[in-house]
């Protein structure tokens, strides 16, 4: 299931570019929060504390339980970190979208998908393991969003297949795509095919000689 941690935030009351980097100044990031009949709000959550989240999360859904302070008075707010944006050349966190959700109501999120083990057909016959699907939308209560989903593909064997319909998918998670989807599929293995030797052409002095013997008959 999806790791529930704890993360201290703030109102953000600034708005505008220089707001943004007061608050980096200040050693926070940047956040939103909006959905589940929540109005949104700006918020500030701190940089190392989110940057340490996000270097133990397993899976890409991470549930927070979001301490709101604002001033004396506390909020807590179960939600769904929906989006991270990295800066492109230093990576570095510039801002979090958090999505609020209830304990009580259904949500839907991707979730990948991983293989387990060794296919049969790939250790004792040379073939290729193939994954056409990364992640499968699935749907299912806050409290049993798994972290990612695994498939033990050991007994495939060549030309056999996996699809969305044959994975077991943890209690109370409802899987939202085609069942009939090709998840893995172990794929017969390559034949490099040798060359047929090249038939030697007849050497032209024989056959000129050949024809000269038969001009010689005929005279």
């Known amino acids: 299931m999806a790791k529930q941690v704890k993360l201290s935030a703030r109102p953000r009351t600034e708005s505008g570019r220089n707001s943004v980097k007061s608050v980096r100044a200040r050693g926070s990031v940047p956040a939103v929060i909006?959905?589940?009949?929540?109005t949104p709000a700006n918020l500030e959550v701190s940089h190392r504390e989110i940057e340490a989240l996000l270097s133990h999360a397993v899976g890409e859904n991470i549930l927070v339980e979001l301490e709101i302070q604002d001033g004396s008075k506390k909020t807590n707010q179960l939600s769904l970190i929906q989006e991270v944006q990295h800066h492109p050349v230093a990576r570095d966190i510039l801002h979090v979208d958090f999505q609020a959700v209830s304990m009580t109501e259904e949500i839907s999120a991707?979730?990948?998908v991983e293989a387990t083990g060794e296919a049969d057909g790939v250790k004792n016959f040379g073939g290729l393991l193939?994954?056409?699907i990364r992640s499968l939308s699935v749907r299912c209560l806050p409290q049993n969003l798994p972290e990612v989903i695994t498939v033990d593909v050991s007994a495939l064997k060549v030309g056999?297949?996996?699809h969305i319909r044959d994975i077991k998918l943890p209690a109370g998670v409802t899987v939202e795509d085609n069942g009939e989807l090709t998840?893995?599929?172990v794929a017969e293995p390559s034949v490099s095919t040798e060359a047929a030797p090249a038939v030697e052409a007849a050497s032209p002095e024989v056959i000129k000689e050949k024809k000269a013997e038969g001009s010689e008959e005929k005279k």
């Open 34 to 38: 909006y959905g589940n009949k929540f």
């Open 110 to 112: 991707s979730v990948a």
């Open 130 to 132: 193939e994954q056409s």
């Open 160 to 162: 056999e297949s996996i």
């Open 183 to 185: 998840v893995f599929i």
